[in-house]
């Protein structure tokens, strides 16, 4: 299982990014998936919006309801994520996976993610 995350980079306030994750080495049609984020090291990597097998999105950070648009590529196995009216806050590092996670957080797998700046 692999998860490799691009796009991100140093935006200022308001403008738009477009992170992409490649997958493989699993059936990713077959899940859903999600988009995490991570605003410092050593924080809790939290859920920030995801998407069904059937194309269903539940945003669950409030801040980005309206802001962000989570899609997917089935027959490329990739995962987007267009954010847009990017605010301060949304300065993380921003990583893809299953939406439904083990347990046991030593049998997940990550990417590198891909870090998003914000600036004022």
């Known amino acids: 299982v692999e998860f490799v995350e691009s796009g991100g980079g140093l935006v200022e306030a308001g403008g738009s990014l477009r992170p992409s994750c490649v997958t493989s080495?699993?059936?990713?049609?077959?899940?859903?998936m999600s988009w995490y984020r991570e605003a410092a090291p050593e924080k809790e990597r939290g859920l920030v919006v995801?998407?069904?097998?059937?194309?269903?999105?539940?945003a669950y950070a409030i801040p980005v309801v309206d802001r962000f648009i989570i899609s997917r590529d089935n027959d490329k196995d990739t995962l987007y994520l267009q954010m847009n009216n990017l605010k301060p806050e949304d300065t993380a590092m921003y990583y893809c996976?299953?939406?439904?996670?083990?347990?046991?957080?030593?049998?997940?797998?990550w990417g590198k993610g891909t870090l998003v700046t914000v600036s004022s």
């Open positions: 080495g699993f059936s990713f049609g077959a899940y859903d």
């Open positions: 996976n299953k939406r439904w996670l083990e347990r046991r957080p030593e049998k997940n797998v």
């Open positions: 995801s998407m069904t097998t059937r194309g269903g999105t539940t």
